[in-house]
Structures are given as structure tokens and as C-alpha cells.
């Protein structure tokens, strides 16, 4: 797997230890390595907020001292194979854990930002049974549009990821697009009941390539 050599080695121990434990997430891995730190801050915010909103993290827990601690931890041994799985476990391990100061120094922030979206993103995937790495390019794309919460309503509505990405890269014929589009419009308006249904339309049409 090349694409492996697109990420620091701190970060591509922590990335195979999670694909180790959810072997879907390899996707997701793909589509973080190569991202700046302008995009990948888009993402990993967006994707920390999506697992506020469903509980595996706290609000404090900040990508970039979340990441941190993910890679120190996974230097010292502790990993979410090493916790059989547990997320919860894990997390716990993850908050208790002292970073080494000069250590941190020496990690890029934006491997701190990649360690703790391949990590989130992970639980995030296994919570909805679907892969989340065709959603990375739409929010790198426009994370104005694509926030957390209309993400989170799109996946709780159970609308295929890859339609979803379909939909946005113009890559479906206008029979597919439109029902498509009355699933997004649909899952828009449960998380945003004081928009039309019009003016949500109006907008997702506004995102596609």
C-alpha cells in the first residue's frame, strides 16, 4: 500500500493500528495523507464536531491535542487494538495521558490533525456502518457548506456516502441526481426545519461541481 509513504511515521504507525481494528477505515486513510494543513484543519474540525454530536468526544477534545496524545500514546504502546477494540476505553487512556513537551515540539501540527480525523473519523465509520472518505474532498471542497451538522443529518438518514459524492461531482444522470438531491434536501431540512425546503435546494444545487 504506497500510499502509506504519504504520511510521517508517527502517523502511519497510528493509521495501521486503527486499520488494524476497522479495516474499512483504509479508505479514509487514503483520502487524509495527502492534505495540507489548510484542508486537513477543515476536516479534522468537521469531523471532531460529528463525533461531539454523537458522544465519543467531549468538548474539549481538540484535534490537534487530541492528536498529540493519539501518536505519544501509540509510542508508548497504547492503541485501540491494544484496548481490544474499546473505544471508550481508549479514549479514556487517550485524555489520562501526559504528552512529553519537547515530544510535541517535534510533531507537525498537521500530524497531530491527520492522527486524530484517521482516529475519530474510524469510530465515526464504524458507528454508521459506512465509509466517511468520499466526504473528505466535498468538505476540503467547501467546509462552509459541508458542516458538521449536515453531515451528521445526511448520515443519520442513511443516504449512500458514494451517492452523496455523486451527487456533488455532477456524476449522475438527471434522474439519479434528482432523487439524490430530494434525499439531501430532505436530510437538510430535519437539521435545518426553519429553511424551505426551496431555499435548501437552492443551496445544494449552488454545491455541485
Avoid at 2 to 14: D, E, K, M, P, R
Avoid at 140 to 167: N, P
Avoid at 172 to 178: E, G, I, P
Wanted: some cysteine; hydrophobic content about 45%; glycine content about 6%.
Amino acid at each position: 500500500m504506497g500510499f502509506w509513504s504519504g504520511l510521517a511515521s508517527a502517523v502511519t504507525s497510528v493509521a495501521s493500528s486503527v486499520c488494524r481494528v476497522v479495516t474499512g477505515a483504509v479508505s479514509l486513510v487514503k483520502e487524509v495523507t495527502p492534505l495540507a494543513l489548510d484542508a486537513i484543519s477543515k476536516v479534522a474540525n468537521v469531523v471532531c464536531e460529528v463525533a461531539r454530536s454523537l458522544g465519543f468526544l467531549k468538548i474539549e477534545d481538540d484535534p490537534v491535542t487530541l492528536g498529540d496524545k493519539i501518536i505519544q500514546a501509540e509510542e508508548k504502546g497504547i492503541t485501540l487494538e491494544s484496548c481490544q477494540s474499546d473505544y471508550d476505553l481508549y479514549m479514556e487512556k487517550i485524555r489520562s495521558f501526559r504528552v512529553d513537551p519537547e515530544r510535541s515540539k517535534a510533531i507537525d501540527e498537521v500530524d497531530k490533525l491527520k492522527a486524530s480525523t484517521i482516529t475519530v473519523g474510524a469510530r465515526i465509520e464504524s458507528h454508521y456502518g459506512t465509509s466517511i472518505a468520499p466526504l473528505i474532498p466535498l468538505i476540503v471542497r467547501s467546509a462552509a457548506f459541508f458542516t458538521a451538522g449536515r453531515l451528521k443529518a445526511i448520515l443519520d438518514a442513511g443516504i449512500a456516502v458514494v451517492s452523496i459524492a455523486g451527487y456533488f461531482n455532477s456524476a449522475f444522470d438527471r434522474n439519479t441526481s434528482a432523487t439524490v438531491e430530494g434525499q439531501i434536501v430532505s436530510a437538510g431540512k430535519a437539521a435545518q426545519p426553519e429553511m424551505s425546503e426551496d431555499k435548501l435546494r437552492e443551496i445544494v444545487r449552488a454545491e455541485r461541481a
